[in-house]
């Protein structure tokens, strides 16, 4: 009979190779599991995704795109739509906290919104906060040579659905993690399992973990230890010092060479 954690692991990773699939309702499925799985790390990272990042939650790094800082503006020649402008052109306060990087901090059902809802082919365009006060200020200050209408980020869709993509990605991986590591037999993925899947799946890295698996009238202690990258510097850094000699003699030769010396 099939558990419920493996129907919502099944459920979650066909949806997730499936483009046409909805990835807040598999991110709805991952709160299940991770709940199932008693894993607090799991349930968030889907809850942020489907409601949005606070000011002081950590972004993925999916979430941080580049993106220019553009105005509309009227001036004594005409009009003016998507002019590019530098952060270096806006008033010394606000340079620092509105640049060309952009943080998406959007539910993932919004940021999908914006990419359908955009007029055809053009780009989505998003106000840093405090535009409005910041386009009055400047207007105020007359630091533009005519009158500022609005400021946003210009944000082409490719990029939007590249986020969307990343965290469809992240829930293929995620699924593939938890399958890998869960131990044969067990009812739901131990908590352990989840919460270091997801950290592969959102971050790339794998960590060291201890995880317990049942074996017989006793448990087993199953130790997993990130892969030692010291054999690996030491020949990386043997190599280049061999190519350095390497490099050195061959200077050396052909001098001699130069100087007419001949080598028996």
């Not at 066909?14 to 799985?37: E, F, H, M, N, W």
């Not at 795109?65 to 010394?92: F, K």
């Not at 620092?96 to 809802?117: A, C, K, P, W, Y």
Request: charged share 20%.
């Amino acid at each position: 009979m099939t558990k419920r954690s493996d129907r919502l692991l099944q459920e979650i990773e066909a949806g997730a190779l499936d483009s046409s699939s909805s990835i807040s309702d598999l991110l709805r499925k991952v709160i299940t599991l991770g709940g199932q799985a008693g894993s607090t790390e799991l349930r968030d990272w889907a809850a942020r995704e489907l409601r949005g990042y606070d000011s002081d939650a950590q972004l993925p790094p999916y979430r941080r795109v580049a993106a220019p800082l553009t105005m509309d503006a009227v001036t004594m020649h005409g009009i003016i739509r998507g002019q590019q402008i530098s952060p270096m052109e806006l008033p010394d306060f606000a340079r620092n906290s509105i640049t060309h990087d952009l943080e998406m901090r959007q539910g993932i059902g919004e940021i999908e919104q914006l990419v359908s809802s955009r007029p055809q082919g053009d780009v989505v365009k998003l106000a840093p906060a405090g535009a409005s006060d910041l386009v009055a200020y400047m207007n105020a200050e007359g630091q533009w040579s005519g009158r500022i209408e609005r400021m946003y980020w210009a944000v082409s869709p490719v990029t939007l659905v590249s986020i969307v993509d990343q965290v469809r990605t992240t829930l293929t991986v995620l699924v593939s993690e938890i399958n890998a590591n869960t131990p044969t037999g067990a009812e739901t993925p131990p908590s352990e399992v989840a919460t270091r899947a997801i950290s592969v799946a959102v971050t790339g890295k794998r960590n060291v973990v201890n995880l317990m698996s049942a074996q017989g009238d006793g448990a087993k202690v199953i130790e997993e230890v990130a892969p030692d990258e010291t054999p690996r510097k030491w020949l990386r850094v043997s190599a280049a010092v061999l190519i350095g000699l390497l490099t050195i003699v061959g200077v050396i030769l052909a001098l001699m060479q130069a100087q007419g010396w001949r080598l028996s």
